[in-house]
Nanobody, 114 residues
Framework: QVQLVESGGGLVQPGGSLRLSCTAS????????MSWYRQAPGKERELVAV????????SYADSVKGRFTISRDNAKNTVYLQMNSLKPEDTAVYYC???????WGQGTQVTVSS
């Protein structure tokens, strides 16, 4: 049974940082590309970052380039999203996804507010 469990969300002030984690089970994580999405209230879900399973290739939405970093630890079956210089417009529910099979985590709320 495939499971993706996110953690690490919370309330942070503008300019602050958070690190999200997504721990996977039920599939061969080390050979799976993984991604992070987010959905703000009243908006469509959008792709934030992707990490390929080989060579460490990454890609980011223009809105987060230079501020967010996606990484993974295959020994822990975990993908991370380090978020720095957070802005109020980063407020959203953040989801991890195993894109190839279409599985989503339950999401974790990130709120950036003073």
């Amino acid at each position: 049974q495939v499971q993706l469990v996110e953690s690490g969300g919370g309330l942070v002030q503008p300019g602050g940082s958070l690190r999200l984690s997504c721990t996977a089970s039920g599939f061969t994580f080390s050979s799976a590309a993984m991604s992070w999405y987010r959905q703000a209230p009243g908006k469509e879900r959008e792709l934030v970052a992707v990490h390929t399973y080989s060579g460490g290739g990454t890609s980011y939405a223009d809105s987060v380039k230079g501020r967010f970093t996606i990484s993974r630890d295959n020994a822990k079956n975990t993908v991370y999203l380090q978020m720095n210089s957070l802005k109020p417009e980063d407020t959203a529910v953040y989801y991890c996804k195993w894109p190839r099979a279409g599985y989503w985590g339950q999401g974790t709320q990130v709120t950036v507010s003073s």
